[in-house]
């Protein structure tokens, strides 16, 4: 991407908020100039800025064949604080799409494992939906995850479509229950016994709290699972989007630009891990 393309913004314009928790949002944006979620792959990023104030990276959530883009975001700061505030007819600056997304093609004809904590689910997504409509293309998907409490669910809406599609099986656990909750108590790694994975065949893409992504590839290398099949995405201090900053740096490599998503393989160096 040329120097000129990472300065461009295009002008997104909210067409609509959905709140799914007290502080996270989705936004869907309208890019307008014939652009559309086919534009962005699963797993990149953009970089959402509110004119005047300053920008953040946030993953697309949006899957290639709808209208408008998808970006879910959480007030954890000025940016996003503002962000999180804006309301149909407004307006934000989006600058992307970056990074390398998810190997979808390493997962082909295997089973394929979508593991996410929190705010990961928003960077898998993407890829939820394509493995819906396009049930041939893998073994059978199995997507597991997890959050600290039921308040602290987000996409509820969508759970339920998810559960009765083909091919995908949907287990969702939280640490702590709450209120009326009947389901699974536990962290997201208590779902794997429950889940029928077959280590021969499973290719898992992993996203979520560094803590979580640690665990899960623990256990998933327990269970045979190669760490060459095994794919993060991870996050920290992406701030300029093209690895001239520094901030993100990992090792030799820099995450807005050589990810954000990775082969545990790649990264296992610079990763907390414990005889993985």
Same mark, same amino acid.
């Given at each position: ?13 909210? $067409? ?11 936004? #869907? ?24 104030? =300053? ?12 209208? #408008?883009?998808?970006?879910?975001? $959480? ?6 604080? #503002? #962000?999180?505030?804006?309301?149909? =007819?407004?307006?934000? =600056? ?23 904590? =929190?705010?990961? /689910? ?14 041939? $293309? ?45 389901? !699974? ?34 256990? /998933? ?7 060459? $099949? ?22 030799? /490599? ?14 296992? !160096? ?7």
């Amino acid at each position: 991407m040329s120097r000129q393309a990472l300065r461009a913004f295009t002008r997104g314009t909210v $067409r609509d908020v959905r709140r799914e928790t007290p502080d996270t949002f989705t936004f #869907l944006l309208d890019l307008g100039r014939g652009r559309t979620p086919a534009d962005f792959m699963p797993g990149q990023f953009n970089m959402l800025y509110v004119f005047g104030v =300053g920008e953040v990276p946030i993953s697309v959530a949006s899957f290639r064949e709808e209208k #408008l883009l998808m970006h879910t975001v $959480r007030s954890v700061g000025t940016v996003t604080n #503002l #962000l999180t505030r804006l309301g149909v =007819g407004a307006n934000m =600056g989006v600058r992307g799409p970056f990074g390398r997304g998810w190997p979808l093609d390493e997962a082909e004809g295997k089973q394929l494992l979508v593991i996410a904590g =929190g705010l990961g /689910l928003p960077p898998l997504r993407p890829v939820i939906e394509e493995a819906i409509a396009m049930p041939g $293309r893998f073994a059978r998907m199995k997507v597991l995850y997890g959050a600290r409490t039921p308040a602290d669910l987000i996409y509820t809406h969508e759970h339920s479509r998810w559960r009765a599609a083909g091919g995908c099986d949907f287990l969702l656990t939280v640490d702590r229950g709450t209120g009326d909750w009947r389901g !699974n108590v536990g962290v997201v790694t208590t779902l794997f016994p429950k889940a029928g994975i077959d280590p021969r065949r499973a290719v898992a893409f992993i996203c979520g709290p560094e803590l979580m992504l640690k665990f899960s590839i623990l256990e /998933l290398a327990k269970m045979g699972v190669p760490v060459e $099949r095994i794919f993060v995405s991870l996050e920290r201090n992406m701030s300029c989007a093209s690895g001239t900053c520094g901030h993100c740096q990992l090792g030799p /490599l820099f995450i807005c630009r050589d990810g954000p998503v990775f082969s545990y393989a790649k990264v296992r !160096n610079f990763f907390p891990r414990e005889g993985v």
